[in-house]
């Protein structure tokens, strides 16, 4: 079973430095990756009032079973890699109509997966990705509201401890089990931070009430990037998880290069000081660090030197000896290595949704024009009445726009999905199957040349 020893992971008492890759997109959908407007409740949600809950399950379970098989973990395997990140909504485990009544079905497929890594030698690190009440404002804690509420209920806190009980109930003796992520990318204000570290305390707690053995993760706050207010650590079988996206990653901008304001000249250098900010948590408590994020967005204007700044992050986590899970592994073309086929099925049926997505900025895509014909006019009709130019008004008021586009949208591609029969949907989600997605060969040598 995988362990936390000092600062290094170690399996029947080896050292062992975890590479892999994030199911992003899988046991928690997101928009950009998988190709739906808006978030995964809202999609989940429209598509059973308009097809009928039958029919909007076997669609989605067919997704999640056609996203991950075994050419999957084979293919992950041969390059070298040991394990994947899986990233779960809460909702797959319990409902908000029955708060505390957890169910066993949410097992199935990580059941199904887990077996698959076991056959493989690999392991599975379960993460929250979605957490109750949100534990960040953005669409990937499938979060519609743009407001944090995790760290203002308690009664949210005590579902999300109580799921990870449960959780762990069931995968106690499973080996193949990497650990327990306690939540994905946490935005805990500075008043909140205690609440943040109290939360993490309790999983921890509820963990190890039924499972003494396998190691917990605990995220750094602020998306993955710092310890700020977090105490020494609490458990002797802990790690740290931290995310790096430096601007150039996820922004159309050249790399190496100085930034708009010529106050930032992104490199290697910059790459190894904003690690140093991820950390130095486990530096000075001697844990495991394990880069649990990070990755480059791609589209139609991708630049090929941003294939330099992927190595220079492999380089300086292979320098410092850190374990890294490269967001994604599989998705319509963002950020995946495996992606889908242009002309598949499912890309030709959403290909209007994903061109008025991009109309009305929906989805996070950030290689998007910077100007947005609808933003410009509010701008200025608001900037008489708030503070001149305020960029955290304007970046609210987009967020806001984002999530009423992106719910009609989805509401429209749902009463599309909703009039196909059964075989038509299959097809549809067919798209997902390995063998008929296409794999970035040139991201694909990189990552490899740093699993050997």
């Known amino acids: 079973m995988l362990k936390a020893q000092g600062k290094d992971f170690v399996d029947h008492g080896q050292k062992i430095v975890l590479t892999g890759f994030n199911f992003c997109g899988w046991m928690q959908m997101e928009n950009f990756q998988i190709g739906f407007p808006g978030v995964e409740q809202q999609f989940r949600g429209y598509l059973a009032q308009y097809a009928g809950r039958d029919k909007a399950e ?27 990140r899986l990233n779960i909504n809460y909702r797959h485990f319990e409902s908000d109509q029955a708060p505390m009544q957890f169910k066993a079905e ?15 030698g690999m392991y599975g690190i379960l993460e929250i990705h979605g957490a109750q009440g949100y534990q960040n404002p953005d669409w990937h804690s499938d979060n519609a509201t743009n407001k944090v509420g995790l760290f203002q209920n308690q009664f949210y806190q005590q579902r999300l401890i109580a799921l990870w009980r449960f959780i762990a109930e069931h995968y106690k003796d499973n080996a193949a089990v990497g650990g327990y992520e306690i939540m994905n990318e946490p935005w805990a204000e500075a008043d909140e931070i205690d609440t943040l570290v109290d939360i993490c305390k309790q999983a921890t707690a509820a963990i190890r009430q039924v499972d003494k053995e396998h190691i917990v993760f605990i995220e750094a706050n602020l ?24 601007y150039p990653s996820l922004n159309m901008f050249c790399y190496p290069a100085l930034n708009e304001g010529g106050s930032v000249f992104y490199n290697k250098d910059y790459i190894a000081y904003e690690m140093d900010i991820r950390d130095g948590y486990g530096k000075k408590y001697n844990l495991p660090v394990w880069m649990s994020e990070f990755g480059i967005v791609h589209n139609d204007d991708f630049r090929e030197d941003k294939l330099r700044l992927l190595e220079d992050q492999l380089a300086v986590m292979d320098e410092r000896g850190h374990s890294w899970a490269l ?20 890309m030709q049926f959403v290909k209007e949704s994903n061109a008025l997505k991009l109309k009305y900025h929906t989805d996070f895509d950030p290689l998007a024009s910077g100007s947005w014909e609808m933003m410009d006019v509010v701008k200025h009709l608001f900037r008489a009445d708030f503070t001149p130019g305020s960029g955290e008004v304007e970046a609210r008021l987009h967020r806001h726009l984002a999530v009423f586009f992106g719910e009609e949208l989805c509401m429209r591609l749902c009463k599309r999905l909703a009039q196909l029969s059964l075989d038509e949907l299959d097809t549809l989600m067919d798209s997902f199957k390995f063998e008929n997605c296409l794999v970035r060969e040139d991201w694909k040598a990189i990552l490899t040349a740093h699993t050997k």
């Open 58 to 84: 076997h669609f989605f379970d067919r997704f999640l079973t056609q996203y991950v098989q075994e050419a999957d973990i084979a293919f992950i395997k041969a390059m070298g890699c040991n394990h994947v």
């Open 106 to 120: 949410g097992f199935r497929h990580l059941d199904r997966v887990l077996e698959l890594l076991a056959k493989y």
């Open 327 to 346: 967001c994604c592994y599989k998705d319509v073309g963002n950020m995946g290595v495996v992606r889908l086929d242009p002309n598949s099925a499912w």
């Open 223 to 246: 998306f993955g990037k710092t310890y700020e207010g977090f105490p020494e650590p609490w458990d002797d079988n802990m790690a740290c998880s931290v995310h790096q996206y430096p």
